[in-house]
């Protein structure tokens, strides 16, 4: 199976800053790489696929970078509604593997 | 408008064998490229792939959890079943069926999500 690992774990940041959060996979996944935001209680909802692609209706300040085994979730300006937890997932191939999550918490 | 709702008990116990139901709407699990998959997620934990249903049958599974699951679909009541054996206090999680998406673009993603159903397995 492929292993994505995430970090940081938690992080800690204000309303406005800018934030980035790492995922690695074990082998090289092309761009088949999916972020999920999830806030307490609620499903995960789909950010950004295909490594960089923003799905519809999400804000601009998500973006995505990245390609083969290391990909970035960046979120420029934080907003209030932004501090909840984060989860990488690689798509390449069956187990399609979630990282462990990022907790993003207000300083 | 894609929904998706899992059913199924709130309390198992352990050996037990756990089955839920995902029902659907929205699309159909007959068209090309269509998959309906099972997450589960314990208590404050990660999220954990288990399983996923292809509109052709074809089924992948957890690798460490593989000897205990079993996904199938009734494409004509728009539901996929998801079974687990054994059932362990560790299996204590919200069990979530999702629709994947990007099939058209053969970027593959969870885009539809039910909105989750909490299993405890005790005693």
């Known amino acids: 199976d492929i292993q994505m690992t995430q970090s940081p774990s938690s992080l800690s940041a204000s309303v406005g800053d800018r934030v980035t959060i790492t995922c690695r996979a074990s082998?090289?996944?092309?761009?088949?790489l999916n972020w999920y935001q999830q806030k307490p209680g609620q499903a995960p909802k789909v950010l950004i696929y295909a490594a960089s692609s923003l799905q519809s209706g999400v804000p601009l300040r998500f973006s995505g970078s990245g390609s083969g085994t290391d990909f970035t979730l960046t979120i420029t300006s934080l907003q209030p509604e932004d501090f909840v937890s984060y989860y990488c997932q690689q798509s390449y191939t069956t187990p399609y593997t979630f990282g462990q999550g990022t907790k993003l918490e207000i300083k | 408008q894609i929904t998706l709702r899992e059913s199924g008990p709130t309390l198992v116990k352990p050996t037990q064998t756990l089955t839920l139901t995902c029902t659907f709407s929205g699309f159909s699990l007959s068209t090309s490229g269509m998959g309906v998959g099972w997450i589960r997620q314990p208590p404050g934990k990660a999220l954990e792939w288990l399983a996923l249903i292809y509109w052709n049958d074809d089924k992948r599974y957890s690798s460490s959890l593989k000897s205990r699951l079993t996904i199938t679909k009734d494409t004509s009541k728009n539901r996929v079943v998801l079974t687990m054996t054994n059932m362990d206090p560790v299996d204590t999680a919200t069990y979530y069926c999702?629709?994947?998406?990007?099939?058209?673009?053969?970027?593959?993603?969870?885009?539809?999500w039910g909105q989750g159903t909490l299993v405890t397995v005790s005693s």
């Open positions: 999702a629709h994947r998406g990007g099939a058209a673009s053969g970027n593959y993603y969870f885009d539809y």
């Open positions: 082998q090289s996944i092309s761009t088949w």
